[in-house]
């Protein structure tokens, strides 16, 4: 089936109150695998956590799924379908993620490793991960791709009609960390099977943030609603005057980044003005260390051979002036002014439609 026309996603979006929320991973978790393993999976943080998104006036969360939480299809479920319903009662629908090509390339199941101490998302796993999405570029008889097809269309099957889920974002930045064009294959085939399935909720994969002009196209050419991702905050408002030319819903899944000037400050009142959804990047400060800049990821390997890791229990190191996130595992802002300024701008929700 094919994608939404322009007037029924701009329908469904006039529908929605102003989508405003973040990125989501709990922080007790280093990457999207630990924080739905069965072993792993611990409804308590999500439920204090979310309850301090609903706090902030956020309505949505982005939160990435993986591929491998598959391999045991019943059980995922189930986890899944608790994680929904701990937002549902904090009144937040969040946005799905199925695949993504950022960071670690070698994703596997069971124990996750430790976090490296102050380093941005040391342990983020890919999905499916470089070598496979190499692999299926070089191969379309690839034996994986159909595990891969069961994961998409079994999951958008399963919750096609759940509202409790505002919006699948089917790939995360395809062509990232190296891997450019050759993300291509995999992406089509996403594509092709999540519109078989074609279910109740956009579907969507981000313009800006993806690598290459064929899969930024593609992605253009499938997406019921426009997604993009941007961190510098002085290319925002040309960012959007561009992709209005689509005339489809525009959400920002993926903001904040205070070295760049990529503020709350700068940026919410932008995206209201606009009629424009907005994911920043990061809740609690916790596992992932997003708190630490990009640059920090220089450090890995040194730190690595060190031996330089967050062992359990360990207290979360912080940066003097913090890259994402926003609380302390405690919950404590890291700044009571910018806490109030995301209240008072998530106070009304009501957009305006010229």
Not at 83 to 103: G, S, T
Not at 282 to 306: N, P
Request: charged content about 25%.
């Amino acid at each position: 089936m094919a994608k939404w026309s322009e007037s029924e996603a701009l329908y469904w979006y006039k529908e929605q109150d102003w989508i405003v929320g973040c990125n989501y991973l709990p922080s007790n978790a280093i990457n999207q695998l630990e924080m739905f393993q069965p072993e792993t999976f611990d409804s308590e943080i999500n439920k204090r956590e979310l309850s301090w998104a609903n706090n902030l006036g956020f309505n949505s969360v982005r939160v990435y799924l993986h591929d491998l939480l598959w391999n045991d299809p019943e059980t995922f479920k189930d986890i899944l379908d608790r994680f929904l319903n701990i937002c549902d009662q904090n009144n937040i629908r969040p946005i799905l993620v199925l695949f993504d090509d950022c960071h670690r390339p070698f994703p596997k199941l069971g124990r996750q490793p430790k976090p490296v101490t102050g380093v941005h998302n040391s342990g983020w796993k890919q999905s499916p991960g470089m070598a496979l999405v190499n692999e299926i570029h070089d191969n379309d008889d690839h034996p994986e791709i159909p595990r891969l097809k069961n994961f998409v269309q079994e999951i958008l099957q399963y919750f096609s009609n759940d509202q409790r889920i505002l919006l699948w974002d089917i790939y995360n930045e395809p062509g990232q960390f190296g891997i450019g064009d050759k993300s291509y294959a995999l992406l089509k085939l996403v594509w092709e099977w999540a519109l078989e399935v074609r279910p109740s909720q956009p579907l969507t994969a981000c313009l800006d943030g993806s690598v290459g002009q064929e899969i930024i196209e593609l992605n253009q050419k499938n997406s019921d609603v426009i997604t993009f991702h941007t961190y510098e905050g002085e290319k925002l408002q040309e960012t959007i005057d561009r992709l209005k030319n689509f005339n489809r819903p525009l959400i920002c899944t993926e903001y904040m980044a205070r070295e760049f000037g990529s503020t709350f400050e700068f940026s919410l009142p932008i995206f209201k003005k606009n009629n424009i959804g907005c994911f920043n990047w990061g809740l609690v400060a916790g596992k992932s260390q997003t708190h630490f800049g990009w640059s920090t990821i220089l450090d890995l390997k040194k730190k690595k051979e060190e031996g330089n890791f967050l062992n359990e229990g360990d207290d979360i190191p912080e940066p003097e002036v913090w890259f994402h996130d926003i609380l302390r595992a405690d919950g404590s802002p890291y700044s009571s002014e910018e806490e109030i300024f995301i209240k008072e701008m998530t106070a009304s929700k009501t957009l305006v439609w010229k």
